[in-house]
């Protein structure tokens, strides 16, 4: 069983900057899509940033040129690099693996908070 840990998330003011990390199990960021979604009370769950595992990026249009999404050597460890935070990027976040091809992968981690003050 794949399992998913973020860490990173945390209190940080506006403007500032956090590094989030998903550490799976094994590699499977080389075959499969990496996602970072995010949700607060209340609203769906929303797509933030995803890599594909040929190393493709999108991103949502309210974090695009301020977040980037990467990927260890090993393919293993997800990264969503924040900056520029601002206070309505305060949510849960969590980070997601997933079958390209709509196969029985998908994979969830339990989700850390980020708080940005302003």
């Known amino acids: 069983q794949v399992q998913l840990v973020e860490s990173g998330g945390g209190l940080v003011q506006a403007g500032g900057s956090l590094r989030l990390s998903c550490a799976a199990s094994?590699?499977?960021?080389?075959?499969?899509?990496g996602n970072w979604y995010r949700q607060v009370p209340g609203k769906q769950r929303e797509l933030v940033a995803s890599?594909?595992?040929?190393?493709?990026?999108d991103f949502g249009d309210s974090v695009k040129g301020r977040f980037a999404i990467f990927r260890s050597s090993t393919k293993n460890t997800l990264y969503l690099q924040m900056n520029s935070l601002k206070p309505e990027d305060t949510a849960v976040y969590y980070c997601?693996?997933?079958?390209?091809?709509?196969?029985?992968?998908?994979?969830w981690g339990q989700g850390t908070q980020v708080t940005v003050s302003s």
């Open positions: 997601n693996a997933r079958d390209p091809s709509g196969g029985r992968d998908d994979y």
């Open positions: 094994g590699s499977i960021f080389s075959t499969n899509t």
């Open positions: 890599i594909t595992a040929n190393g493709w990026t």
